[in-house]
């Protein structure tokens, strides 16, 4: 695991989070970072944060509890984000390319 305890400041992203979502917004055409909390599991932005939970557990070490934490979320709703992402998303015909896209420029 990536040491995370230089960036690490409570609310505050860190140079990890910040790069992917970043990168989510170029790729997705999205502005601010509104859908990093957004509580609301209706709307589309649960896409973009189950992106960001993956990302950060795959490329960069988290753990499942600090990934969600990063979204306002538990522990378990990271575990079902990662396993969306990899189960569904990486091989949809709308979202794949642009999923995959994401991790390979979040390295």
Not at 12 to 39: C, S, Y
Not at 61 to 86: F, I, K, Q, W
Not at 98 to 105: M, N
Request: glycine content about 6%.
């Amino acid at each position: 695991m990536t040491d995370m305890s230089a960036f690490s400041r409570p609310g505050i992203p860190t140079a990890p989070e910040e790069m992917v979502i970043r990168k989510i917004n170029q790729v997705f055409h999205l502005e601010g970072r509104t859908w990093v909390k957004d509580h609301y599991r209706g709307n589309s932005f649960a896409l973009y944060r189950q992106i960001l939970i993956t990302v950060l557990i795959d490329n960069f070490g988290y753990s499942d509890a600090e990934a969600g934490a990063v979204c306002g979320r538990a522990r378990e709703t990271a575990l079902h984000a990662r396993n969306r992402v990899h189960n569904t998303l990486m091989n949809d015909k709308e979202y794949g390319e642009r999923v995959k896209r994401v991790f390979e420029e979040c390295k």
